[in-house]
């Protein structure tokens, strides 16, 4: 089993900045898959960023390359979001996901997460 507990969303300008933090209790936290996605109302949940297990590949949703950095801290089970040069169209409710242990893969698609974060919601006022 894995806990997740997102924190860091808010209301900002465009332009500006917000780091999102994900907390993982397990044991298996270190060993998985991870991944940030979002939902705006009215649309489904897209895939933002993520790494393979190992923290040696990482993957962006074109919209976001150049502007958003995932990284993980298996040391303090955590996984953070930097989100620069933030746009309205950034606005959604972030969750962070947890998905399959030991796998060289990225997944794009929620089916291969089976454990999610309750989300939290970024603003961004145009």
């Known amino acids: 089993q894995v806990q997740l507990v997102e924190s860091g969303g808010g209301l900002v300008q465009a332009g500006g900045s917000l780091k999102l933090s994900c907390a993982a209790s397990?044991?298996?936290?270190?060993?998985?898959?991870m991944g940030w996605f979002r939902q705006a109302p009215g649309k489904e949940r897209e895939f933002v960023a993520g790494?393979?297990?190992?923290?040696?590949?990482?993957a962006y949703t074109d919209s976001v390359k150049g502007r958003f950095t995932i990284s993980r801290d298996n040391a303090k089970n955590t996984v953070s979001l930097q989100m620069n040069s933030l746009k309205p169209d950034d606005t959604a409710v972030y969750y962070c996901?947890?998905?399959?242990?030991?796998?060289?893969?990225?997944?794009?698609?929620?089916?291969?997460?089976?454990?999610w974060g309750q989300g939290t919601q970024v603003t961004v006022s145009s």
């Open positions: 790494f393979n297990w190992s923290g040696d590949s990482t």
């Open positions: 996901a947890a998905g399959p242990t030991y796998s060289g893969s990225i997944f794009r698609s929620t089916d291969y997460y089976p454990y």
């Open positions: 397990g044991r298996t936290f270190s060993s998985r898959t």
